[in-house]
T-cell receptor, first 111, second 117 residues
Framework: DAKTTQPDSMESTEGETVHLPCSHA???????IYWYRQVPLQGPEYVTH???QNTTNSMAFLAIASDRKSSTLILTHVSLRDAAVYHC????????????FGSGTKVIVLP | GPKVLQIPSHQIIDMGQMVTLNCDPV?????FYWYKQILGQQMEFLVN????????KSKLFKDQFSVERPDGSYFTLKIQPTALEDSAVYFC???????????????FGPGTRLTVL
């Protein structure tokens, strides 16, 4: 059973801001929201994670709904290097468990 | 940033042969993982490994698969014998323990493309 739901693809233009939605209506209280991205022919790369509060780092801003049933990864001023498949993944806290990848959202960045 | 290396980048073997995929994890990491990705499909977890032991494995981790990390050297995935359906890209990852905060970023290698003929 898929625990997260993401759109198949989103298209943007260089310099724009991209909002990537993720729905996780059955999230448990001890599950963190992780985002990874993968470009072709490379391994996945960690983007960010959060539990309840919005978080920000050099790669992205993660907005988490107050009921935690959805989140949005926000990429500002995207460049061609941001073109990748972005995966929203739920993971239980306190345990170095496996990542369960879905099909993710393919972000297309046009010059 | 920290790098995970995988050797070789591409391996072609005949069905029934043995193959060993090598992973050089980040030096101070303690958890190690293998994932499998068939071309055009989702990445799937195979196994994780800690303190010399398999911690958890998926149904994809067949009896023909084995992992080890002898004396802190390469973390290896061995397949013996190989089958046609083993053709895929195998990604190694490593991480620190979570420390109870749920944060254990996994660093992935570039993958080894295995082709079984």
């Amino acid at each position: 059973d898929a625990k997260t739901t993401q759109p198949d693809s989103m298209e943007s233009t260089e310099g724009e801001t991209v909002h990537l939605p993720c729905s996780h209506a059955t999230i448990s209280g001890n599950e963190y929201i992780y985002w990874y991205r993968q470009v072709p022919l490379q391994g996945p790369e960690y983007v960010t994670h959060g539990l309840q509060q919005n978080t920000t780092n050099s790669m992205a801003f993660l907005a988490i709904a107050s009921d935690r049933k959805s989140s949005t990864l926000i990429l500002t001023h995207v460049s061609l290097r941001d073109a990748a498949v972005y995966h929203c993944i739920l993971r239980v806290a306190g345990f170095a468990s496996a990542l369960t990848f879905g099909s993710g959202t393919k972000v297309i960045v046009l010059p | 940033g920290p790098k995970v290396l995988q050797i070789p980048s591409h391996q072609i073997i005949d069905m029934g042969q043995m193959v060993t995929l090598n992973c050089d994890p980040v030096s101070n990491h303690l958890y190690f993982y293998w994932y499998k990705q068939i071309l055009g499909q989702q990445m799937e977890f195979l196994v994780n490994f800690y303190n010399g032991k398999v911690m958890e494995k998926s149904k994809l981790f067949k009896d023909q698969f084995s992992v080890e990390r002898p004396d802190g050297s390469y973390f290896t995935l061995k397949i013996q014998p190989t089958a046609l359906e083993d053709s895929a890209v195998y990604f190694c990852a490593s991480s620190l323990p979570t420390g109870g905060a749920g944060y254990a970023e996994q660093f992935f290698g570039p993958g080894t493309r295995l082709t079984v003929l």
